[in-house]
């Protein structure tokens, strides 16, 4: 079957987790969202899908269209928006432990973007990032 063969590779847009911040449904909206990936994964591991790969989220709340909203801030990274990403990545992890215990033959990979982001972030030189000086 091509399924098994597969892998299905998963991205969860962190454009998706930017509204619950503006409604104060974080913890409710997480919730939603790994049940609704958990339904669909199953699914496909029905369909004979056995291997998978996922993204954690980033830092959210340092995102420049989340700064923005809360000029107050003097540009600083939003905890509150943060917060959410770290939820999400937190259950996206139990999730993907505890189906690969529950289901046969069940594999993953989960690339951890948001420890990688805030590595470049707190050292960007240390990364080949620095800043320019232009004079007009």
């Known amino acids: 079957m091509i399924l098994s063969k ?8 962190s454009n998706d987790y930017t509204s619950p911040f503006l409604t104060n449904s974080t ?5 939603m969202v790994i049940g609704n990936l958990t339904t669909v994964l199953k699914e496909i591991y029905k369909s004979g899908g056995r291997k998978f790969a996922f ?3 980033p830092p959210l709340g340092c995102f420049p269209t989340i700064r923005i909203l809360k000029p107050e801030t003097n540009g600083s990274c939003l905890g509150k928006v943060s917060s959410l ?8 992890s139990k999730l993907l432990y505890n189906l690969e215990k529950q289901s046969k033959g069940f594999k993953y990979s989960l690339f951890d973007l948001n420890s990688r982001l805030r590595k470049r972030m707190k050292h960007p030189s240390k ?5 320019a000086n232009f004079v007009l």
């Not at 913890?27 to 919730?31: A, E, L, N, T």
């Not at 990403?85 to 996206?92: E, R």
């Open 55 to 57: 993204i954690n989220l």
């Open 27 to 31: 913890s409710r909206y997480v919730g």
């Open 6 to 13: 597969a892998v299905f590779l998963f991205s969860i847009g």
């Open 85 to 92: 990403a770290k939820l999400h990545n937190k259950a996206l």
């Open 127 to 131: 990364y080949g990032m620095y800043t």
